[in-house]
């Protein structure tokens, strides 16, 4: 099986361009950050602290995470609810990188990731998919942009689905997650070994897609 790993911070592109890359190679695109919102839904929709590890692992307890891909389209369960829709809110973004940073929710969600690997071509983007998932996949990209940048295609995403937002509080949102995500003490957001940086400040979104296109088929065909 073939594997293209996408790392980076929120905002970069990575979902779109991973899974406008899985469409071009036929590969399943897996959003791994999904994982980590319906463990931060399942936690605030139980009124669980999802800073406290112990009472985190009372919900892990028992609780059953699936993706499915339906029409090659993840779609996530939670104890056989979809919950695909309601893992999107800002809360939840919030909640899932607080869970996130638990040695405990880490190691739940590792196997149920390298299982889909191991099963499957994929383009799979996170945060640790090259560094601590699929060290050994067969491209390793790390995708950034500057926060500016990121925050206001946020906003503008929240904005054209009629969502009101306030541009300084996604910024400040996003920064947190930034600072949150890269400091944790396990698996924390950073390049790995090897990975290629691609930087999008500035791009239109069909020249990332492009880069990002030229670079797995060079390092595919190596
Ligand atoms: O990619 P996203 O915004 O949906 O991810 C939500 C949070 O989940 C993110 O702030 C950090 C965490 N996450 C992670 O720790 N590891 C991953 N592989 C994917 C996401």
Redesign the pocket.
Known sequence: MRAIAI?GP?GAG??TIARKLAGELGYIYV???????AI?YFCLSRGVDVKDETAVMGVLVGLHIELRFVDMEQRVFLNDQDVTAKIRTEAV?MA??AV??LPAV?SFLLDL?RDIAAQNNVVM?????ATV?LPNADVKIFLTASPEERARRRYEELIGKGVSADYAAVLADLKK?DY??SHREV?P?KPAEGAILVDTTGNELETSIKILSNIVKENLDK
């Open positions: 790392d929120a990575k979902s959003d791994t950050g999904a994982l980590y919102r931060g973004s899932a990188s996130s940073a880490r990731q983007d996170g945060r640790d998919i998932i997650r949150d995500d698996a957001l």
